[in-house]
């Protein structure tokens, strides 16, 4: 059974940072490219971040480059978001999401969604 | 970045009906690259269909996707009591991948 469990979302104040984590189990985790995925009321469901299987390369909304970097370690299983400069419309439930495909800029679709880590940027 | 528009906003209706969900993308997108997600209160979306018109793992075969030009549809053809939720469509043709705000599929 796949699954996958985000981690690491708080309340934090405009401008700071955070990094969120996703643990990955029951597939073969270096066959699949990974992204993240946020929904908040405002904006409904928001690709916010994609990566190969091999981290060879990333991918990013707009709106977000240059502030969050994705990665993974391969070893671990795991996924990261790594969160800067962070600014109160990033305030969502971020989704740890597995794409059909190995290769994030040319993604085959998104088959499983983690439940979510809240991440809330308030003053 | 393609926008995705979904209609209605809410659908109405009693179990057995058939419900019929619209999404229309503002630029071509090849069918082969749409999918559709449930997603029920508290819990995260699910892959319905992928590739406009296939069913991912264990969805039941009253789902189906269909494509016309730039307009998508997902028809469910007797609604049972698990499938009322929110259905949005996606484009995976054209990064970013984009979303469409959903349809509420409601007990009338």
């Known amino acids: 059974e796949v699954q996958l469990v985000e981690s690491g979302g708080d309340l934090v104040q405009p401008g700071r940072s955070l990094r969120l984590s996703c643990a990955a189990s029951g597939f073969t985790f270096d066959d699949y490219a990974l992204h993240w995925v946020r929904q908040s009321p405002g904006k409904g469901l928001e690709w916010v971040a994609g990566i190969n299987w091999n981290s060879g390369n990333t991918d990013y909304e707009d709106s977000v480059k240059g502030r969050f970097t994705i990665s993974r370690d391969n070893a671990k299983n795991s996924l990261y978001l790594e969160m800067s400069s962070l600014r109160l419309d990033d305030s969502a439930l971020y989704y740890c999401?597995?794409?059909?495909?190995?290769?994030?800029?040319?993604?085959?679709?998104?088959?499983?969604w983690g439940q979510g880590t809240r991440v809330s940027v308030s003053s | 970045e393609i926008v995705l528009t979904q209609s209605p906003g809410t659908l109405s209706l009693s179990p057995g009906e058939r419900a019929t969900l619209s999404c229309r993308a503002s630029?071509?997108?090849?069918?082969?690259?749409v999918a559709w997600y449930q997603q029920k209160t508290g819990q995260a979306p699910r892959l319905l269909i992928y590739?406009?018109?296939h069913r991912a793992t264990g969805i039941p075969d009253r789902f189906s996707g269909s494509a016309s030009g730039t307009d998508f549809t997902l028809t469910i053809s007797r609604l049972e009591p698990e499938d009322f939720a929110v259905y949005y469509c996606?484009?995976?043709?054209?990064?970013?991948?984009?979303f469409g705000q959903g349809t509420k599929v409601e007990i009338k």
């Open positions: 996606q484009q995976y043709d054209r990064s970013p991948w984009t």
């Open positions: 590739g406009m018109f």
């Open positions: 630029q071509t997108v090849s069918s082969s690259y």
């Open positions: 999401v597995k794409d059909r495909g190995a290769v994030a800029s040319n993604s085959a679709g998104f088959d499983f």
